[in-house]
């Protein structure tokens, strides 16, 4: 993804010689500290030992991930042969001093399998220096705690700094945090989930834990085994939602510039097509099949002719070359990628005559050009910040379908609409060999990253990439949902092959179309039809006011910066100079609040921006804190501004020939 220039300013602090200071910076404290940490240790000094390597620890975290705030290590490939034989030697150094490090943390592993000495002071804090790694950020990582544990060793790690903690237990004993702590006493797999999707950045990184069943006399808990297993079952869910969070977070930083010029783009053909609402209630106990492009696809996709007009066919774009091959055209195509996928080497329209394609329904972000070749066109919201901002600009409500992968957004929607049976054909979610795809579809040349394991569709395990790794959580996380809150529908899995997906059942295709499709009529799916004139020209009245009222935020951002800068600047500030800034940049924030949707291209500056303003110790590290923070601000009204401007362009011009036609003829789309 190619950076605005507009943006180039603000990440001027991470240009790569900056990077290669900063990591030279990083590795000689790691080496005084480690040094600091051994000192400490041969002269049995408890209390500065653990000082120094709960601070070698956070160095170790900086060297190995990065700020907090960024996604991983910078890029130090330009460091010059002297920078490297440096950090070098400053490695070899903190090395050597692990292996006392961990002698000195590993006389406590005896506190793992019999009763702490609660009379020894130090003896919960023994147990945290076992229980962390050697890399941890006690700000940001995540501390678990399995079982019921004394207050004592709770506040044993809010004393330590750490303040993101997770007891996975039914209730606590009365504990004092301190302020800005989060701590969820609760061993319910949703609500643990929840608690972790939902934290704020920094996104935790890595996960230590404590489990207190481990110093329970045996013979006074029978169900150790069950609670062993309750915790391996609860810790997976954790690693899981964790992997969910940075999936999300690193979708969210490639993608956001593409999120963000799409989806104003998009705005005035949002306006002109239908809603996906207006679906509502047209295929509910309508059986549903949704056709991905595994690799198994290959096996049964010719059984589906036995299912056009009688089951609801829902494909993602990347199934279209292989469904056009076989002669069978589906109902409703998906597109949640921002991509192009209309040209090489994503283009999944090569060779597919127009005639062949049907509806589209599509996220408000996807690139233009997948749009406009449909003439029949369904929008819903991803859930992202640009798509609630979309959402107070359009007319009417979109459906929101918070999802990160196509295959899982067609399952949301059959169930929107109360399909059932709803069955999955092609969802391999693996690969077969070296093939992520069916034969006909256009990405099986690419690389395979590193790979997990999952139980495999017809036993044993097979073999995925990450990102399935994670759509098959979420799958099952679904399914799970489903079932709670509408247990009468069927969930099938048709694939045979690829994983195994708990909450669908495994049925032969062709036994899902004899007992459930080809015995019932066939019925016609509706397209949606060319809408009337009168009613065009309204919507796009609306959306083309709340659009104006944009353009004069920004306006407004862009004087208020102005001012604020003049009053950073002020080489001697007064008191009262000082509260006017402080009530200015109030207003700021709040104005940029109206734009979050912008905001997420520059969300890292943003952040970096306040974290700083908040470590600031000084008037002026303040002033320059705010000085970063206007500059970002600055910079996104710049970026903004065009966007809006040409959103509205194109909505004038489609509202001139909408008041001159009694019906929105399609050509209008031309200029979308």
Known sequence: METPKVISRTLASRTPADAVKRRESLFQQASEVAFRAVLAIS????????????????????????????????????????????MRLAYDAIADSDAVIRRWTDQNQLDLVCSIDQTDPNAWQRLIDFSLPDAWSFDTDLFLVFGNPPAALIDTLCLRGQRRILVLANELCKVVVKSGTELLVNNDPTAVTFFIRSLCKPIPKKHAKICMYDRVDESLEEDTQESENKNTLLEDEIHKALM?????????????????????????????????????????????????????????IGLLQQAKGKAVLIAPLQSLRCLYKANIQPDYILVLDATDLTTAPFDCFNDVPDDFLTTLVVGVNCHPNVIRRFQHVYFFSGGGTLDRWVQDIVPEPLICMNCSTVAITGLLMAAHWGCSPITLVGQDL????????????????????????????????????????????????????????????????????????????????????ERYVVKLPKQLIGKSSVRDGHIIKHRLDLARGRLKIVFRILENLEQQVRQLVRLSRHSHPQATMLKKLSEKEQVLRKQLMRIEGFTSIYQDDIDQALATAAKA??????????????????????????????????????????????TFQEDVLLIV
């Open 430 to 513: 693996a690969l077969a060999g070296d093939r992520r795809y069916a034969e006909e579809a256009q990405l099986n040349n690419l690389t395979v990253p590193h790979l997990l394991t999952l139980p495999g569709y017809y036993g044993g395990t097979v073999q995925t990439p990450a990102e399935y790794f994670m759509f098959h959580y979420q799958f099952e996380k679904i399914a799970e949902n489903i079932a709670l809150s509408s247990p009468d529908t069927k969930l099938f899995n048709s694939t045979e092959g690829g994983a195994f997906i708990k909450g669908f059942v495994n049925k032969p295709l062709q036994e899902v179309l």
């Open 617 to 662: 110790k000084t008037l002026r590290e303040n002033l320059v804190a705010s000085q970063a923070l206007y500059q970002v601000v600055a910079d996104s009204c710049q970026f903004f501004r065009p966007l809006v401007e040409n959103a509205l362009v194109i909505m004038d011009a489609s509202e001139k020939i909408a008041s001159t036609a009694t």
């Open 244 to 300: 969910s969070n940075w999936m999300d977070s690193n979708t969210i930083r490639h993608f956001a510039q593409h999120w963000v010029e799409q989806g104003v783009a998009n705005i005035p053909a949002i306006v002109y097509h239908e809603n996906l609402h207006s679906l509502d209630g047209k295929f509910r106990d309508r059986p549903a099949i949704l056709i991905a492009p595994g690799p198994s696809l290959d096996k049964n």
């Open 43 to 86: 002269q049995d000094n408890e209390q500065q030992a653990r000082s120094a390597i709960d601070e070698l620890r956070f160095l170790k975290r900086l060297i190995q991930n990065g700020e907090p705030l960024h996604s991983g290590p910078e890029d130090i490939s330009s460091a010059s042969p002297l920078s490297l034989q440096f």
